[in-house]
C-alpha cells in the first residue's frame, strides 16, 4: 500500500558522504577545527561547511551541494582525520534528515573486526640468570616495578642507553617470574650445595659533582617539571610542515649569502610626502616594489629549481613572509612588478590580516616567486634568511639606523640612513656574481624610488 510504501522510504534515506578533501597540494591529513553548520541545517552550494587545519593555514571548506547536513561523523577538535575519510552526511531537501542511514564502516574493516587474529600461546620463558658483572643502573619506573614485587634488579636484562634497566625490562622479568612476591633466591633453581656467603661489596662512591646523572631525568605529565625535565608538546599541522620545508631546504639546496647597504633617505622623504596626502605606505612596501623591479630587469633570477633543472617563470609574485602563533606563513602580492606601491600596500594588509586570523586561501600562499622576510620592525640589524623552496632566492630586510659618512665632493659628513639586506640564493640557479649585480641594481633602484616608475 502506499502508506507503507512512504514510510519504508522515510526509514531508509540514502545519504550524500562529505569527505576530507585536499585543500593543498602537500596535505596529507587534517584537523577539524570548528564546524559552522549545525546539523538539520539547510546548505547550499558554496556555503561555509567547516574550518579545517591543513599542513599550512586553517581553510574554510565549502559546500558543493544543496541539501540538508544530516549527522556530523567528526567531531570538532578531531586530529589527523586522512584524506577522503567521511566527515559529515547530507540529505536532499525534502527529506528526513532524521532518518539518515549512516554507512557502515569498509568491508576489510569491519571483517578485521569481526574474526581478530588470536595471539599465538606465548613460549615458555627462559631461566632467569643473575647479572652480576657491572653497576647496575635503573630507571625510576624499573626501580619502583623491582622493588614493588621484591625482585632481584641483577636478573633484568638491560636495553637502555649505557646499561640502564628500563621499566620494559622490569616489566618483562616481571612476566616472566612465576610469583610477583618471590624473592630473589627462589626465582633460581633450588641446588643440593649450599652456596656460599655473600662477600659484602663497598658501597657505590656517589658520582663527583658536573658529572652526567646515572638515570636520565623524566617528566610527569600533570606535574611541575623539575630542574633537567622537559614535557612534550604536540606539533600542530603547520609546525610539522614548516621543520619538514626547513630541514629539506637547508639539506638540500646549497645556499650562497650576500649582503650590502642601502640608503634609505629618499625612500623616507617619499613616505613623509605620502603622508600629506593622506597616502600611508611602509618601507617594505616599497622594498617589495623594488624587488620585483629588479626581478623584471633581471629575468635570470627569477627562475625555480624542478627535478630536471631550471625553470625560468612568466611572472613575479613575491612572497612575503608573516609571523603568526602557529607559525611563519607566506602570503604572495600577485604580479607585484606592474602593481603601484599604495596597491601594494593595500594587498599587504589585507594578506597579511587573513594570515593572522588563519584565513587565507591556497591560491594566496602557493605558488610565489621570491620571498622577502623583514625583521627590521624588531631591530634587528642584519640576517640571512633560509629559501624557501623551489624558489631560488630569498630577501632577509635589517632595521635602518643612523650612520655618518663622509662626501667625497666637498668632505664633509652627513648622516645617512643606512638598511642592510642579505640575499640567500640557490647556488645551482644564482651564482656569486649574478647575486652582486642583483643586490646592485636592487639598491639602485630603493635609493631612486622614480627608477621603479620608468622600469
Not at 559529515?88 to 531537501?93: G, N
Not at 630541514?247 to 613623509?272: E, F, G
Not at 612572497?319 to 606601491?341: C, E, H, Q, R, Y
Request: proline letters at 11%; hydrophobic letters at 40%.
Amino acid at each position: 500500500p502506499p502508506a507503507a510504501w512512504r514510510a519504508s522510504v522515510k526509514q531508509c534515506v540514502s545519504p550524500l558522504k562529505v569527505q576530507m578533501p585536499a585543500l593543498s597540494p602537500t596535505m596529507e591529513e587534517g584537523n577539524i577545527v570548528k564546524w559552522l553548520k549545525k546539523e538539520g541545517e539547510a546548505v547550499s552550494a558554496g556555503d561555509a561547511l567547516c574550518e579545517i587545519e591543513t599542513d599550512k593555514a586553517v581553510v574554510t571548506m565549502e559546500s558543493n551541494d544543496d541539501g540538508i547536513l544530516a549527522k556530523i561523523l567528526i567531531e570538532e577538535g578531531s586530529r589527523n582525520v586522512r584524506l577522503g575519510t567521511p566527515i559529515a552526511l547530507m540529505v536532499e531537501e525534502g527529506q528526513d534528515w532524521k532518518q539518515v542511514e549512516i554507512p557502515p564502516p569498509d568491508a576489510e574493516a569491519t571483517h578485521a573486526a569481526a574474526a581478530p587474529v588470536l595471539p599465538s600461546a606465548p613460549p615458555p620463558p627462559a631461566p632467569l640468570k643473575p647479572v652480576t658483572s657491572g653497576l647496575l643502573r635503573l630507571s625510576p619506573a624499573a626501580r619502583h616495578i623491582l622493588d614493588t614485587h621484591g625482585i632481584d634488579p641483577k636478573l633484568a636484562t638491560p636495553t637502555g642507553p649505557r646499561g640502564l634497566i628500563t621499566k620494559e625490562d622490569a616489566l618483562k622479568i616481571l612476566k616472566m617470574s612465576p610469583a610477583s612476591k618471590t624473592s630473589p633466591a627462589s626465582l633460581t633453581a633450588p641446588s643440593p650445595v649450599p652456596s656460599p656467603s655473600p662477600v659484602p661489596t663497598p658501597a657505590a662512591t656517589p658520582p663527583p659533582l658536573g658529572s652526567r646523572p646515572n638515570i636520565p631525568p623524566l617528566s610527569v605529565p600533570g606535574k611541575p617539571g623539575a630542574p633537567g625535565t622537559f614535557t612534550e608538546i604536540p606539533a600542530s599541522n603547520v609546525r610539522r610542515v614548516i621543520a619538514q620545508r626547513l630541514t629539506q631546504s637547508k639539506t638540500t639546496i646549497p645556499h650562497a649569502y650576500a649582503s650590502i647597504d642601502c640608503d634609505m633617505a629618499a625612500v623616507m622623504q617619499l613616505r613623509k610626502d605620502l603622508a600629506k596626502e593622506h597616502i600611508k605606505v611602509s618601507v617594505n612596501d616599497f622594498i617589495i616594489k623594488a624587488a620585483a623591479v629588479t626581478l623584471k630587469e633581471m629575468p635570470e633570477v627569477n627562475v625555480t629549481w624542478s627535478g630536471d633543472g631550471p625553470r625560468a617563470l612568466d611572472s613575479i609574485h613575491i612572497s612575503v613572509a608573516v609571523a603568526t602563533d602557529k607559525g611563519l606563513i607566506t602570503p604572495i602580492i600577485m604580479d607585484a612588478a606592474n602593481k603601484g606601491v599604495q596597491e601594494i600596500s593595500a594587498n599587504a594588509k589585507a594578506l597579511a590580516q587573513k594570515a593572522r586570523d588563519g584565513k587565507l586561501l591556497p591560491e594566496e600562499y602557493q605558488g610565489g616567486s621570491f620571498s622577502i622576510s623583514n625583521l627590521g620592525m624588531f631591530g634587528i640589524s642584519g640576517f640571512s634568511a633560509v629559501i624557501n623552496p623551489p624558489q631560488a632566492c630569498i630577501l632577509a630586510i635589517g632595521t635602518s639606523r643612523a650612520e655618518l659618512c663622509l662626501c667625497e665632493d666637498n668632505q664633509t659628513l652627513r648622516t645617512q640612513q643606512l638598511m642592510t639586506v642579505t640575499l640567500s640564493s640557490d647556488g645551482r640557479l644564482v651564482d656569486d656574481e649574478l647575486a652582486s649585480r642583483f643586490l646592485d641594481k636592487f639598491r639602485s633602484n630603493l635609493e631612486q624610488p622614480q627608477r621603479m616608475v620608468l622600469a
